[in-house]
Every structure is written in structure tokens, then in C-alpha cells.
């Protein structure tokens, strides 16, 4: 149980003093009938509580997939460029979500965004070894040597890249998928280069099982569905 303000403080962008405001106007209603304070006790798991007729869902935590589009850092905040957090509707910004891992700023596809910092940490772990698969197209046709070479894995200056795995598409040798368990700086860019292609488009489409929603507008958020939280064992 907790305080009719608080879950409404949480569960959306309406502070305290506007639940006062509201709970006054008789605007805000419990079970369907109005509520007479904000301080009345609600169970945010089996109350239904309402706002002008608008019922409020409660979660503490929130899990949001994005279709990154290009020119966007996967930060909260930069002084120079939009970010990310810029994309998410005004009615969960409250929540106050960070992105999941990064992609680079020319980079478009899945990011994730959430509030949860357990979350961030389980999908970030290194022990996950949580592979995460790119579409890529490039300036030279790859051939079939350079599967070995993703497999082989590669040495690179500041980090050893871990056997990734690169698939050609018979129709087109310029277009391939790239799938890697890290997530270093320009890494699928770096290992093209490696074996003598530049990357001209990079799409992340999956992490672990979970698929970018193709439906999904480049530059749109949504909320995570709970069969695809499930795909993390969330």
C-alpha cells in the first residue's frame, strides 16, 4: 500500500502538488469513485486509480525499445549533439530512462532505455555474453574468407574482439549480418576494415533473441511487451 500522491508522484509526470490540485477538482478517482485525499492509502496492484477519466498504470521500472536513427549519441545529455533520452515521450520522461550499452552516433537501429540499473547491469555483464546481431552494407563484396576471420576473432590495440559471426547475403556479398558479444567503439566497423571493407550503412537489428520491432518508426520508442522482457529472463 502506498499513498494515493506518491503512486501517482511515480507512476506518472503529475507532482505531488498537482495531485493535491487534482484530488480537489475531484479529477482523480480510485475503484471509480472520487478520491478525497492525497494521502488515501491505494494498492498499486489491485487499485485502479484515474486521472480525468485516464487510468494509471503503476510500474516503478520502465523498458523501452528504440529505432535509433542516425545523429543521436546514446547518452542522457551532451552539449553538442541530441541524445536519445531527447526521442522518449514526454509522458515517461519522469521516468528518468538512461540507454542500455550505446550505438554510435551514425548508427541507426535497437537501443534499449530503462530506469533499471539491475537490468542495465545483467545485459552489460561480460558473463552474459549477450550477442547482438548488425546489418551491414559495404563499399567491397565480402567473401568467404573473411567468415574465418570474424570467427578467428581479432587483436585490436586496446581490446581483443571475441569470435563474431558474419553472414553474407548470396544475393548481394555487399550486404551482411554481423553478430558480436561485446560492444567496443566502431567494432563492427573496425572488423570490416580489418579484412579490407568500409561500412557504409550499420543497423543494429537484434540483441540476444530480442528482434527490432520493423514496425517501429525509425526514431520512435515503445514499451517493451512482457514476452519480449522475457527474452532476458526479466
Known amino acids: ?26 479529477a482523480v478517482s480510485v475503484n471509480g469513485s472520487p478520491a478525497k485525499t492525497p494521502d488515501m492509502k491505494v494498492d498499486e496492484t489491485a487499485d485502479t486509480v484515474s486521472v480525468n477519466g485516464e487510468t494509471i498504470r503503476y510500474r516503478k521500472f520502465i523498458y523501452l525499445m528504440l529505432n535509433k536513427p542516425q545523429g543521436y549519441l546514446s547518452a542522457t545529455e551532451d552539449d553538442h549533439d541530441p541524445v536519445v533520452v531527447d526521442l522518449v515521450p514526454e509522458d515517461l520522461k519522469h521516468f528518468a530512462p538512461f540507454p542500455v550499452g550505446r550505438l554510435d552516433k551514425d548508427t541507426e537501429g535497437l537501443l ?18 549477450l ?10 563484396p565480402a567473401v568467404p574468407e573473411d567468415i574465418d576471420s570474424f570467427a578467428a576473432g581479432m587483436e585490436f ?11 553474407i547475403d548470396p544475393a548481394d ?18 572488423m570490416c576494415e580489418r579484412v579490407g571493407k568500409n561500412v557504409l550503412f550499420l543497423k543494429r537489428v537484434a540483441i540476444g533473441e530480442l ?13 517493451l511487451t512482457a514476452e519480449e522482457l522475457a527474452l532476458f529472463g526479466w
Open 1 to 26: 500500500m502506498m499513498r494515493l500522491d506518491k503512486f501517482l508522484s511515480e507512476a506518472s509526470s503529475y507532482s505531488r502538488k498537482d495531485v493535491r490540485g487534482l484530488v480537489k477538482r475531484s
Open 112 to 129: 534499449l532505455l530503462t530506469n533499471d540499473g539491475k537490468f542495465d547491469h545483467e545485459l552489460m555483464s561480460p558473463r552474459k555474453n
Open 131 to 140: 550477442y547482438k546481431r548488425y546489418y551491414a552494407e559495404l563499399d567491397a
Open 157 to 167: 590495440k586496446e581490446f581483443t574482439a571475441k569470435p563474431a559471426r558474419l553472414e
Open 173 to 190: 556479398p555487399k550486404k551482411v549480418y554481423v553478430e558480436i558479444a561485446e560492444g567496443k567503439f566502431h567494432q563492427v566497423k573496425r
Open 211 to 223: 528482434q527490432l520491432d520493423e514496425t517501429l518508426p525509425c526514431g520512435s520508442v515503445r514499451e
